[in-house]
T-cell receptor, first 116, second 112 residues
Framework: AQSVAQPEDQVNVAEGNPLTVKCTYS??????LFWYVQYPNRGLQFLLK??????LVKGSYGFEAEFNKSQTSFHLKKPSALVSDSALYFC??????????????FGAGTRLAVHP | EAQVTQNPRYLITVTGKKLTVTCSQN?????MSWYRQDPGLGLRQIYY???????DKGDVPEGYKVSRKEKRNFPLILESPSPNQTSLYFC???????????FGPGTRLTVT
């Protein structure tokens, strides 16, 4: 079955430190991978995507993600965390089996808390 | 400004009282969808639409209806809401050939 796993419910990091939010996936065929962020009382916002090409993808707000095919992972990273990065982060993968053209399968989300 | 709007943002209702949550986008997107967000479950797709008068079930369609009479609007209808439909609902849209979805601000529904 196709799925996305975000193994950590919450990640705590001090401001200025590097952060990593983990994501692993299971999908048939080539994975199309995405990260979205949800700030309090807001809808999800697109951060970045991997379709093909360079395994290191750069996105909005200084975030980047590394695609690792052998480990089926797509971890979100940032070299220096800001308090304003505190939010709920969702990893998603394109569904390649069901209908719903380009439907996304979302992980359960990881809450990032950046402390001053 | 490109946006997806939803109304109402908050709704408390009682079991069995029909309700509609509206969704509208101003980006001329073909594809629209509804999700519900529950703790520990992430977002699950309820229904989607690939264009006017073309709708299909997502992963959790039971208890919901949708319609797409105009390209910009995609209302979600709960004919007889039940407490297990208490959730946070998001509408999203995208260009048909794109992967980047634009989400509305969410509607928090409580059914008592």
């Amino acid at each position: 079955a196709q799925s996305v796993a975000q193994p950590e419910d919450q990640v705590n990091v001090a401001e200025g430190n590097p952060l990593t939010v983990k994501c692993t996936y299971s999908v048939s065929g080539n994975p199309y991978l995405f990260w979205y962020v949800q700030y309090p009382n807001r809808g999800l916002q697109f951060l970045l995507k991997y379709i093909t090409g360079d395994n290191l993808v750069k996105g909005s707000y200084g975030f980047e993600a590394e695609f690792n095919k052998s480990q089926t992972s797509f971890h979100l990273k940032k070299p220096s965390a800001l308090v304003s990065d505190s939010a709920l982060y969702f990893c998603a993968v394109r569904d390649t089996i069901s209908g719903g053209y380009n439907k996304l399968i979302f992980g359960a989300g990881t809450r990032l808390a950046v402390h001053p | 400004e490109a946006q997806v709007t939803q109304n109402p943002r908050y709704l408390i209702t009682v079991t069995g009282k029909k309700l509609t949550v509206t969704c509208s986008q101003n980006m001329n997107h073909e594809y629209m969808s509804w999700y519900r967000q529950d703790p520990g479950l992430g977002l699950r797709q309820i229904y989607y639409s690939m264009n006017v008068e073309v709708t299909d079930k997502g992963d959790v369609p039971e208890g919901y209806k949708v319609s797409r009479k105009e390209k910009r609007n995609f209302p979600l209808i709960l004919e007889s809401p039940s407490p297990n439909q208490t959730s946070l609902y998001f509408c999203a849209s995208r260009d048909f050939s794109s992967y980047e979805q634009y989400f509305g601000p969410g509607t928090r529904l409580t059914v008592t």
